[in-house]
Each structure stands twice: as C-alpha cells, then as structure tokens.
C-alpha cells in the first residue's frame, strides 16, 4: 500500500505541504494545470529550490496579482465542485474546506454560512488545498501519517486582533492531534495546515510499523528559523493489511456521565483514528451503574485516542491490550441514483460476498439536498448494485 509519512519538527502549513509534493515527483505543470481547471483569476504561482540551513527544499508561493473579495464556505465549494477534476479530489478537498468553515464559525461564534475566509485568504487556500489533495491522488497515495506538530508559541496579527499561538482556529482543528509549542516565537501551523493534516492523516505519531520509505522530500514554509523551516515528507509503502492485522483495545470505565456526552466522545474517538468505539453498560462497585467504553485503534493512533478519554470523559484511568482480528476484504462500488452517486461498501470473504451497505454519508447527503426520503435512496441504491451484478 502507498503510504506517506510527514515529519513536522517546523510546523505545517499549505505551501509546505504543495512545496513537499512538487519535491517528491509531483511534476510543476500538472500541478498548475489541475490548478487551471478551477475557475479562479488574478494569480501566479511560484515555485523555486530553496536553502534552509542546508537542506535543498522547494518553496511554492501563490502571488496575487489582482484583488480579490471574500469567498463564503458554499461559494468555495461551487468552485471545487465545477473544477474537471477527479471526484475522489473534489469530494477531498469539500471535506478539508467544510472542517475549516466549521472551526471558523465555532470559534468566531457564528452560522457556517455566514463565514468567510479572512485567516486563510479565499484564493490561496483553495490552491493550496486542491493541490494537495490532488497532488497525494496522483502520486497515488492511499494512506497518510503525520508526526505531532510543533505550532510555535507566542502571539500573532490577524483580521480579527492579536491572537495566541495556535490561533483558535487552528487550536480547534488540533483536536485530538498530537503538539507542542516548541520554542520558536512564530505561527509554525496555519489553520489551512492544520486542517489539510486534521482531514487527511489517517495516524499520528511515529512512523507506523513496517513503513518502508523509498524517497524522501522537503517542502520549505516561509520563515527564516534557528531551525530549518520545512516539512519532510517520506514516500513509501506499508504492508497490506488486507485479512489479519493487530491492533489496540482501550477500555475505560465511564460513571458519573451523561449518555450525550458518551455519544460526543465516541465521536470524537473516530475522529481521533479509532477504526472502531462503542459502550457497554456495567455495574461497578457499591452497585453503581456506569459505561465501558472501548475503542479500537492501530498504534500510530494510541496517544491521540487515549487523549480523548481523559478530556472527554470523567474517566481516570485506561487499559491497554493489544488484539489481532481477521477482517473481510473490503471495497467501495460507486452506484447511480435518479438523485446523485452513493457509494456502496461491498464486504467478501474467501470471494464470496457477505455483506452489502449503501454509504449513510452519501445518503444523507442526497435526501438532504433533494428533499427525498433518505430510506428511499437507500433501497435505491442497494437496486443499483444488485442490477451491476446481473
């Protein structure tokens, strides 16, 4: 399996990871030719080998070169979705720009709809976030994992005062990922940074086991640092982990807890890496009725999973063991619907098929935007799949 693993000793941020892309065999004009099929203007992009401290890095730098206005979240996304790009790239980059509306709008208080992209700029973070996530597509990355971040620490200049170091946006899009300040006085992490690792990386931490890196890439961030200011990014490969792998079990015993706030920390269990999260009720000592809550997880994600627990929950202890299942081989069936695509999770084992489930996310999606019955859609949809298979 292709797999990337980023090194972020300097921080993150979109330049960076467009920088480090171009580096490791992104060629420049396919880059600035799937950058052309978005319908902006009033721009150029820069991109030229760098020295930081030693290290030959690759600096890319979006110049604009007329003014631009504000760009609300659906304009954004107008945007993406007309682009002649592959869906798999658009549907990406929706999912990264959503997450930054929704830091945004929680941290300034207000309805998604109604922000706007002053932190991040409107036409830079676009390139900087379509190109990376059509940059991964075509050098055919399947898997991204990510070191913690250092941010930086101090105080920063932006659209709405002086903020601390990470912005609150960038504080909010760090949930459940692993950082630290360091000891540089500078904004090391962008809110398009974090938002691009917080939606993209599938495990924080050190290297997973068994990664086998073939090139290694540097993309240089803006800052003349005491330290290199670039990102290492290592391409490779990481074994198939196609019908047996090994992985962690958390178990953590929850009382004095709420079941809405057991919902919202298996939620943030998921989002944190967890393949897997669920509760069990248990009686525990003096009689008093309480909740085990559990959690699967690979050992990149071990920390960021545990995290969670302590921050979510009334929880002040975890236990460990490690765990081996057997896994049926998976794949995903794009299917047409009268009201858009759904992708279909088709489960088989020993060839056999076992199992057949219209995607919820892309279900909801549709019967939200068309005002259909989701359950409608969903029937719809398993119709579809049954007639590709007569």
């Not at 631009?68 to 107008?78: E, F, Q, V």
């Not at 945004?104 to 309805?111: D, F």
């Not at 393949?275 to 000592?285: F, G, H, N, R, Y």
């Not at 995903?332 to 199992?355: C, H, L, P, S, Y």
Request: aromatic share 8%.
């Amino acid at each position: 399996m292709r797999a990337a693993y980023l090194d972020c000793f300097s921080g993150i941020s979109g330049n960076m990871f467009l920088g480090a892309l171009v580096d490791a065999g992104l060629p420049e004009q396919v880059l600035r030719d799937a950058i052309a099929k978005i319908d902006l203007k009033g721009f150029s992009i820069k991109i030229k080998p760098v020295d930081k401290w030693g290290i030959r890095a690759t600096h890319l730098d979006v110049d604009l070169t007329a003014k631009h206005h504000h760009r609300g979240l659906a304009d954004i996304l107008k945007l993406i979705r007309a682009a002649e790009l592959p869906d798999a790239v658009k549907d990406k980059a929706c999912l990264v720009f959503e997450r930054l509306g929704k830091a945004e709008a929680k941290v300034h208080g207000m309805p998604l709809d109604k922000v706007h992209f002053h932190e991040v700029g409107a036409v830079d973070a676009i390139i900087d976030i379509v190109g990376t996530v059509f940059g991964f597509h075509y050098l055919g990355v399947e898997q991204i994992y990510c070191s913690p971040l250092r941010v930086g620490r101090g105080f920063v200049k932006a659209a709405h005062g002086i903020m601390p170091i990470p912005a609150p946006a960038t504080a909010e899009l760090l949930h459940g990922i692993p950082w630290y300040p360091g000891d540089i006085d500078k904004e090391l992490v962008t809110p398009t940074g974090a938002a691009l690792v917080a939606e993209l990386c599938s495990g924080f931490g050190d290297r997973p086991t068994g990664f086998l890196a073939e090139k290694t890439a540097y993309g240089a961030g803006t800052w003349d640092l005491v330290i290199p200011n670039v990102m290492r990014l290592s391409l490779g490969s990481l074994p198939e982990q196609k019908n047996s792998d090994e992985m962690w079990l958390l178990d953590a015993n929850v009382d004095d807890s709420t079941p809405e706030v057991i919902a919202y920390a298996i939620d943030k269990l998921m989002a944190a890496g967890a393949v897997d999260a669920w509760i069990t009720p248990i009686i525990m000592k003096k009689g008093r009725p309480a909740f085990l809550l559990s959690a699967l997880c690979m050992e990149t994600n071990k920390i960021a999973v545990e995290d969670v627990v302590f921050a979510e929950t009334s929880s002040i202890g975890v236990r460990w063991q490690q765990v081996r299942r057997t896994v049926a081989d998976r794949s995903m069936v794009a299917v047409q619907t009268e009201w858009g695509t759904v992708g279909v999770k088709v489960a088989e084992r020993d060839g056999q098929v076992i199992n057949v489930a219209p995607e919820f996310g892309d279900c909801r999606h549709l019967a939200e935007q068309s005002g259909a019955p989701l359950k409608k859609i969903y029937q719809a949809a398993l119709q579809a799949w049954n007639a590709l298979k007569r």
